[in-house]
């Protein structure tokens, strides 16, 4: 089977990956996320995941994954945070709120590249401005976009969930394993390799 490279620096998607049993190399990519002018969000994300796997694309006979998260509300992209007082209004915006968290997938392999797009609706519930305080000077939003993260402390602020809750902490999973199929790499096949070396 093809080799997988995971064209990712992002500790939370090479987790997703593993949890499902794929075998990558990860391979980071340095590219420009400046949004065009009016460029939907929608399109953003999706252009940006396309052009990560792109641009980790080396050999012929790999599998490249780009991903790409954004957090969304009222049509705006609230990115990482720039500092504290950013990652404090972003949650401010976010507290009482139900925004989406749109992330795209693409695979690139053999000359093309398969994409997929997947949103989700976050709700959060009302947060007072000592607990923002606090889960700021945690550190734990300064890398996410949006500035939290649903798998870790930020957690508690979400009421309720409407979509793929792997797609919101950075890789959808279910789209993933459908785009590797259609890669000719179905994830299934590598459980049940590792079952028969395990046997043997």
Excluded at 75 to 93: F, H, S, W
Aim: glycine residues 10%; aromatic residues 4%; proline residues 6%.
């Amino acid at each position: 089977m093809q080799s997988i490279i995971l064209a990712s620096a992002s500790p939370r998607r090479a987790e997703l990956l593993t949890q499902i049993g794929v075998p990558f190399h990860p391979r980071p990519v340095d590219i420009d996320e400046t949004p065009l002018g009016n460029e939907p969000p929608s399109v953003y994300v999706e252009r940006l995941a396309r052009e990560k796997a792109v641009a980790g694309a080396a050999d012929p006979g790999e599998i490249v994954i780009g991903s790409d998260t954004s957090v969304v509300l009222g049509g705006d992209i609230l990115g990482k945070p720039m500092n504290v007082a950013d990652a404090e209004a972003m949650l401010g915006r976010l507290s009482g709120c139900t925004h989406q968290v749109m992330t795209a997938i693409a695979l690139a392999t053999g000359g093309q590249c398969l994409t997929r797009l997947v949103i989700t609706e976050v709700t959060f519930r009302d947060l007072c401005p000592e607990e923002i305080r606090a889960y700021v000077a945690s550190g734990e939003p300064m890398d996410k976009a949006g500035s939290y993260g649903i798998q870790g402390l930020g957690g508690i602020f979400v009421k309720e969930i409407r979509g793929s809750y792997s797609a919101v902490v950075g890789l959808p999973l279910q789209e993933t394993a459908t785009l590797l199929a259609q890669a000719g790499y179905p994830v299934w096949k590598v459980w049940q390799r590792s079952l028969e070396s395990h046997n043997e």
